[in-house]
C-alpha cells in the first residue's frame, strides 16, 4: 500500500490566493482527518470525515477554511483567501474504524504564504 | 492549561542510552494512549498503543501508563541515532459519537541521539 498521499509537498502563495491541498487516504479506511502542524500550537485537529462525511469541523479555524470528501478516495482542504497567519504543515490521516484511533499519516504539505 | 502537557525539550543524549519521555494529561476520560514518531520532514507515524493502565513493551520501546497520576512515559533502551526524531503523544477518551478518534496530542519532544 502507497500510504496515505498528499499533494503537493510544497506550496508557496501570495496573500489573497486560494490554496487547495489534496489527500488520497488509505483505501478501505473509513476515517479521514485533516491536521495543522505549526511550532507554536503543535497538531491540531481541522476537521474529520468519517464514511466521506463531515463529523466534526469545530477545529477548522474560521470561514476562509473549507473541506469537502466526495468519494472514499479523496479530500481536499481549500483556503480562500489565504494569510501568512495559515503558514504551517497540513497533514491529513486515515484510519480504519475497527481500530479505531491507529492513524496513518501523509508527509504533510508544507504551505508558506506570503 | 492544556489538556496534554509534554516538554518540548530538546533532549539530547548518547547513543546507548535509556531515553525516558513523557507526558501528563488532565483529562480523566482518556483512555487510549499512544506514541508517534515523527522525523524531519515527514508526517507522524505511530509507534505504541496502549489501552488505560500498565505496560507494554515492543523490542527497545516501552510505554507507561499511570492513570492514577495522569501520567505516560516512553523509555528507549539502547537509544541509536536513528531514533532522533520528534516524540508526540496522543491520548483519546474511550467515546463515541462526534469524539470518536479524536486525537489530542502533546507539543512533541525533540530527541537528538549522537554517536
Known amino acids: 500500500d502507497a500510504g496515505v498521499i498528499q499533494s503537493p509537498r510544497h506550496e508557496v502563495t501570495e496573500m489573497g490566493q486560494e490554496v487547495t491541498l489534496r489527500c488520497k487516504p488509505i483505501s478501505g479506511h473509513d476515517y479521514l482527518f485533516w491536521y495543522r502542524q505549526t511550532m507554536m500550537r503543535g497538531l491540531e485537529l481541522l476537521i474529520y470525515?468519517?464514511?466521506?462525511?463531515?463529523?466534526?469541523d469545530s477545529g477548522m479555524p474560521e470561514d476562509r477554511f473549507s473541506a469537502k470528501m466526495p468519494n472514499a478516495s479523496f479530500s481536499t482542504l481549500k483556503i480562500q483567501p489565504s494569510e501568512p497567519r495559515d503558514s504551517a504543515v497540513y497533514f491529513c490521516?486515515?484510519?480504519?474504524?475497527?481500530?479505531?484511533?491507529?492513524?496513518?499519516f501523509g508527509s504533510g504539505t508544507r504551505l508558506t504564504v506570503v | 492549561q492544556k489538556e496534554v502537557e509534554q516538554d518540548p525539550g530538546p533532549l539530547s543524549v548518547p547513543e546507548g542510552a535509556i531515553v525516558s519521555l513523557n507526558c501528563t494529561y488532565s483529562?480523566?476520560?482518556?483512555?487510549?494512549f499512544m506514541w508517534y514518531r515523527q522525523y524531519s520532514r515527514k508526517g507522524p507515524e505511530l509507534l505504541m498503543y496502549t489501552y488505560s493502565s500498565g505496560n507494554k513493551e515492543d523490542g527497545r520501546f516501552t510505554a507507561q501508563v499511570d492513570k492514577s497520576s495522569k501520567y505516560i512515559s516512553l523509555f528507549i533502551r539502547d537509544s541509536q541515532p536513528s531514533d532522533s526524531a520528534t516524540y508526540l503523544c496522543a491520548m483519546d477518551p474511550n467515546a463515541g459519537g462526534t469524539s470518536y478518534g479524536k486525537l489530542t496530542f502533546g507539543q512533541g519532544t525533540i530527541l537528538t541521539v549522537h554517536p
Open positions: 483529562n480523566s476520560a482518556f483512555q487510549y
Open positions: 470525515f468519517n464514511n466521506n462525511v463531515p463529523i466534526d
Open positions: 490521516a486515515s484510519s480504519l474504524s475497527i481500530v479505531g484511533r491507529r492513524y496513518t
